[in-house]
């Protein structure tokens, strides 16, 4: 028998409206017609390129993330890695390092707490939730014991360039970080088999093992390059701050894994897309931007981060209660 | 017979104390006198209460990250009411507090249960949710130990055979805890859910129930927490018990529940909390700087759980005989 | 008119899910003190059936009546009231608890004042092992008990529930004979007991062997029903399949070459020692003996699972170390494990990636996936194993059982594995399926692979194998020719004698 099989179910028009990543990009639609109604200032170009710098260092951990999570991981310490990673950042440009090595031992900083965090999950197999609970608390302590009450605030001139400059004065450098980033991990996920595989870890880490892929290799190459992201966000996050305390980047995890979350990624891994998340990053960076116009207090965003997420995920169910009760 | 005594984790954590104490009492005498450690006790109660109440979570496979910021909030919210109400009686206050904890467990358990929303995010987003909330009721600001009632806070400060009254509520609860889990039909159902959810379905054990349940009593021993946390400090703000959580579950883990659900005891949990109450005391005491207690927690959580997962290694069942 | 009483009656039940209607105006009348087989494929209706017994399914149509009175069993705890108790065939067990609680999980004796009556609880355990005459004591933890010795803390627990009605399922899977012989003789107890068996084995002669009466279900409906003793088994098998099997190992002849791999004094501590044996060109070597007795985890460690303590490998006369799955995939050496859900399949990817999945560093340039080519090995596969799928996005967990199973054998597949080892190919499945599983196997020797079977039925070992190792309890007992030995030899080595 020869029947060739079609790639895909019948192009049904109807199909797309189920996709997670259509109804976002429906709520940004939406969000964009709902925010400029409200306020003026909101549609103005300088206004929301000059927003992305509130979420642009997060945005480039979020990418990092979602692999993680699509690896059925979760990384709770990315926030305390910035904080370690900024005072590395601060103390090498105190002691006169050149630019170049300030750089690098930021990004090895940040490379060596993911390390950490990969080593002792794969080598003790204890639940990444737990360990990482763990290193949050211990890598933020180790910048709190190293910094004290005191704090940085001079950095080479690069990284306040990258921090809070724009490329030919319009695009910020983080923000194109970020977009740039984004088309290399969408390119990875979904284009490569190191993108094949982390779904098959993530869905089923056991028949992942014994289809011969290296799970514990991956899980941790997966957490040190979290690493490795969140050390590179601080050093744009320094360098738009230029001052670093240790309680740096405060509550940035549950942010980012919102972020990821949000945008259709499955907690439990195996499932999500890259479009997804990047969405769902734009839609949360305007949400924040116009709640600030409307003056609402940063807690107040947070508060509702908090309800956005817990919603998003608890949706389904309601839907799928009320569709059983029709039945 | 000895070798499985000293083997034992209680047996361990209890050595594990007495050695610190000597050797802190070495180089400190003044931490060893009866005043000293009466006050350690003080300290220890309400991370006991919590770590107590958040074993029965942890028991079923879960984790209440949001404790602090429920504790936070309700102790807030009491203050707040204290206020403008001093005259009210003593007992309103605490038993107001449990219930706004109770309500805030409750949201918890039912989305978890109801809502199929993972513990992860559902925890960490009332986490942030329940700690914004302080901010929104009380405008940013404290409430100072002149404005509360005499009454309201000298309370705990009782003394009883020595000890604080607060120290005995974490006694009580430990009782009630204890009895719970160990001689109910609920608290023997709690540790087959955690050991084998999909059996305890077959058993007829309603998982969503004691979803619901654990998440209640986490919230509601967090509610009375506010009230203890309030009253021994002296002030409501929303900076109260930032980060405690992770401290509450450091002390389950060192206390050997484990994260895998199903196992643990109640006396290893007391204990647990005891020792790492004991360490945060002891810190300042060998004239360590309290910025070094945050990385020194988070070292132990993974000490701990490291320990625990080598011991808890289900030995490979042996298929040959002893005698090949 | 019976003159024996019925204990339970099932008239015209039926249950459906989406798209199967799993139970179709069945009657099932079991009878006081009797021990009634049900007997059927696997699909047939049977664990539908028990799930609806033990309360956690209700029948959509259909009465149930115990002792006869008609009863709603809505609940597990309801069917536990009502006296009937269920024996799964991978123990409902709680590890970390003691043996005492597992026997009275769910079922504590509560004092006057609520709590629990731990000193109640302890005796009356006591006095129930006591009974079954076996040495585990209540304080043991489950965690450290064999499979045996768990099945008969389920049976404990059935009896402390004071269960008149007690469902067996596959109750000898993993005994030995000794075992089941004392199994065997705590059912008769249970009859003297006034209790009344359901006893579910695909092992026939058991069947014959221990029951009074039998229902053979078939396709979600009842086929017969009668006393064994009106029947025979010959009888038994073509009720349960519908049809007459005269040719169930389709084996062609091939011809046996040289040996391409050997092991070679294979240890690992407490799990398996002195493992030598060798498998030839084009055979099938099969690997029998009682669940439990190791050859799951002798094969897991040559695929580079688990790492053995000392021991050597040799795949076409050439030392080769295997420390990971992928060694061995290198070699050509697959593993098909039988838990085949759990460890084969990636339900969340599409059918296509499923099948690629091994393939995934061949079908691609510079790890960019080829989409050409990875269409092109599905397709081949697809088209070989007959893999019904409507559109390659498919996910693979919307596929039916047997398709998911395809697809896993698929991406093994197109690895062109040479060696590859089969654990329980054909567990769980019915009789018409097995003949295929079987016709398949003899496909690929055919086809020049050579194949490693660990099986638990003799007759598929008897009938697909050309040489057999019989381990028991960790160690190769004896390496036999099939053609030169007898079901009876093998038994009694696999038993440990």
Not at chain 1, 253 to 263: A, D, N, Y
Not at chain 3, 256 to 272: D, H, P, S, W, Y
Request: hydrophobic share 45%.
């Amino acid at each position: 028998m020869n029947n060739k099989i079609l790639l895909n179910p019948p192009k049904n028009i109807l199909n797309i409206f189920y996709k997670k990543e259509f109804i976002l990009f429906l709520v940004l639609i939406l969000l964009i017609i709902f925010n400029s109604q409200i306020s003026p200032y909101f549609l103005d170009l300088y206004n929301l390129i000059d927003s992305t710098f509130l979420f642009s260092e997060k945005a480039i951990i979020a990418l990092s993330m979602t692999f993680v999570i699509i690896a059925r991981q979760i990384d709770l310490s990315v926030a305390s890695i910035i904080a370690v990673s900024s005072c590395v950042l601060g103390y090498t440009t105190s002691i006169g390092l050149p630019t170049f090595y300030v750089i690098s031992l930021t990004l090895f900083s940040g490379g060596v707490c993911g390390a950490f965090n990969g080593f002792i999950i794969t080598r003790y197999a204890i639940p990444s939730i737990i360990v990482t609970i763990g290193t949050m608390s211990l890598f933020r302590g180790l910048a709190y014991s190293f910094l004290e009450d005191q704090y940085y605030n001079k950095f080479p001139d690069i990284v306040v360039k990258l921090g809070s400059d724009y490329l030919f004065g319009y695009i910020p450098y983080s923000f194109l970080t970020f977009i740039i980033l984004t088309l290399c991990f969408a390119f990875v996920l979904h284009k490569t088999i190191i993108g094949k595989r982390i779904f098959a870890i993530g869905n089923n880490p056991d028949a992942a093992k014994y289809t011969g892929i290296d799970v514990d290799k991956y899980t941790f190459v997966l957490f040190t390059m979290n690493g490795i992201f969140s050390a590179l966000a601080s050093i744009f996050l320094s360098g738009r701050l230029s001052s670093v305390r240790p309680n740096i980047a405060f509550g940035w995890e549950l942010q980012i894994i919102t972020m990821v979350v949000f945008g259709g990624v499955y907690i439990y891994g195996g499932s999500g897309s890259i479009l997804g998340v990047f969405i769902s990053i734009i839609i949360l960076g305007m949400l924040s931007f116009g709640l600030g116009l409307l003056n609402v207090p940063g807690v107040g965003i947070i508060i509702f981060t908090g309800l956005l997420l817990i919603i998003s995920i608890g949706l389904p169910s309601v839907i799928k209660y009320f569709r059983n009760q029709n039945e | 017979m000895i070798l499985k005594f000293i083997k034992n984790r209680d047996f361990i954590l209890f050595t594990i104390i007495f050695i610190i104490l000597v050797a802190v009492g070495i180089s400190n005498p003044n931490f060893v006198t009866l005043k000293s450690l009466s006050d350690v006790l003080t300290d220890t109660s309400i991370l006991i209460i919590l770590a107590l109440s958040q074993m029965i979570v942890i028991l079923i496979r879960a984790i209440d990250l949001s404790v602090a910021s429920n504790l936070a909030l309700s102790g807030m919210l009491i203050s707040l009411l204290s206020q403008i109400y001093p005259d009210l009686p003593l007992i309103f206050f605490i038993l107001l507090s449990c219930g706004i904890g109770t309500l805030l467990g409750l949201f918890n358990g039912l989305v978890i249960a109801v809502l199929k929303v993972p513990f992860i995010v559902t925890t960490l987003g009332t986490l942030s949710i329940y700690r914004g909330l302080i901010y929104f009721v009380s405008d940013g600001k404290q409430v100072y130990s002149h404005e509360f009632s005499d009454s309201f806070l000298s309370f705990i400060h009782v003394r009883f055979l020595s000890l604080t009254s607060l120290f005995w509520f974490a006694v009580c609860v430990f009782i009630i805890i204890y009895i719970l889990l160990n001689y109910t039909k609920f608290g023997r159902n709690i540790y087959a859910l955690g050991g084998n959810p999909e059996a305890a379905k077959y058993i007829g054990i309603n998982e969503n129930r004691y979803i619901i349940a654990a998440y209640v009593l986490s919230g509601f021993f967090a509610g009375l927490c506010g009230y203890l946390w309030v009253a021994r400090y002296s002030v409501a703000s929303t900076q109260i018990a930032i980060g405690f959580e992770l401290t509450v579950i450091s002390a389950c883990v060192v206390g050997g529940i484990s994260v895998m659900g199903g196992l643990g005891t109640v006396t290893g949990c007391l204990l647990g909390a005891l020792l790492i109450g004991l360490i945060r005391n002891a810190l300042p005491a060998i004239d360590i700087s309290q910025f070094w207690q945050l990385a020194i927690s988070g070292a132990i959580i993974l000490i701990a759980i490291i320990i625990n997962t080598k011991t808890e290694q289900r030995k490979e069942k042996s298929i040959m005989l002893e005698k090949d | 008119m019976f003159l024996i009483p019925m204990k339970l009656e099932l008239t015209n039940i039926s249950k459906s899910f989406p798209g199967i209607k799993a139970l179709n105006n069945v009657n099932f009348y079991l009878k006081q003190n009797s021990v009634h087989g049900l007997i059927g494929e696997n699909g047939a209706g049977k664990s539908t059936l028990v799930k609806i017994l033990c309360g956690v399914y209700q029948p959509e149509e259909g009465k149930i009546k115990i002792n006869q009175k008609e009863v709603n069993l809505d609940n597990p705890k309801v069917s536990l009231r009502f006296g009937i108790s269920a024996i799964h065939q991978e123990p409902v067990m709680f590890d970390e608890l003691t043996v005492m609680e597992n026997i009275f999980i769910g079922n504590h004796i509560i004092k006057k004042n609520n709590f629990i009556d731990w000193n109640q609880m302890t005796k009356k355990s006591d006095e129930v092992l006591a009974a079954l005459e076996t040495n585990i004591k209540s304080s043991d933890k489950v965690k450290s008990l064999s499979i045996a010795q768990r099945h008969i803390v389920q049976i404990s627990r059935s009896l402390a529930q004071d269960a008149d009605i007690v469902i067996m399922d596959e109750p000898t899977a993993a005994l030995s004979q000794k075992e089941i012989q004392e199994l065997y003789k705590i059912i008769t107890n249970l009859q003297k007991q006034n209790k009344s068996i359901i006893f579910i084995s695909h092992k026939l002669d058991e069947i014959l062997e221990i029951c009074d009466e039998f229902t053979v279900l078939r396709d979600g409906g009842v086929v017969s029903a009668d006393l064994i003793s009106n029947t025979s088994k010959n009888e038994l098998i073509s009720n349960m399949v519908g049809r007459q099997i005269n040719q169930i190992f389709p084996k062609k002849k091939v011809e046996i070459g040289n040996e391409i791999f050997v092991a070679e004094n294979l240890f690992k501590k407490t799990q398996f020692k002195d493992i030598s044996f060798n498998l030839k060109h084009k055979e099938i070597l099969g690997f029998y003996g009682l669940i439990g007795s190791g050859r799951t985890e002798i094969m897991k460690t040559i695929f580079g699972i688990n790492k053995f303590d000392s021991g050597k490998l040799f795949f076409n006369d050439q030392h080769v170390h295997i420390k990971k799955p992928l060694d061995a995939i290198n070699l050509g050496i697959v593993y098909l494990s039988e838990e085949r859900q759990n460890l084969g399949l990636t339900g969340t990817m599409s059918v296509k990636d499923n099948l690629n999945l091994a393939m995934l560093e061949k079908n691609s340039n510079y790890m960019i996936v080829d989409e050409l080519k990875n269409l092109t090995t599905a397709q081949k596969y697809k088209d070989k194993l007959n893999i019904k799928v409507s559109y390659w996005s498919q996910l693979a967990q919307n596929l039916s059982g047997g398709n998911q199973q395809k697809t896993v054998i698929g991406k093994w597949l197109a690895t062109k594995p040479k060696i590859i080892i089969l654990d329980e190919p054909t567990k769980g499945i019915d009789v018409g399926s097995k003949s295929a599983v079987h016709e398949f196997m003899g496909e690929l020797v055919n086809e020049g692979m050579s194949i490693i079977m660990i099986s638990a039925e003799l007759p598929e070992i008897m009938g697909m194998c050309d040489r057999v190792a019989v381990v028991y309890k960790g160690l190769i007992r004896k390496i036999l020719d099939v053609s030169e030995t007898s079901s009876e030899e093998i038994l009694s080595y696999a038993s440990g004698e």
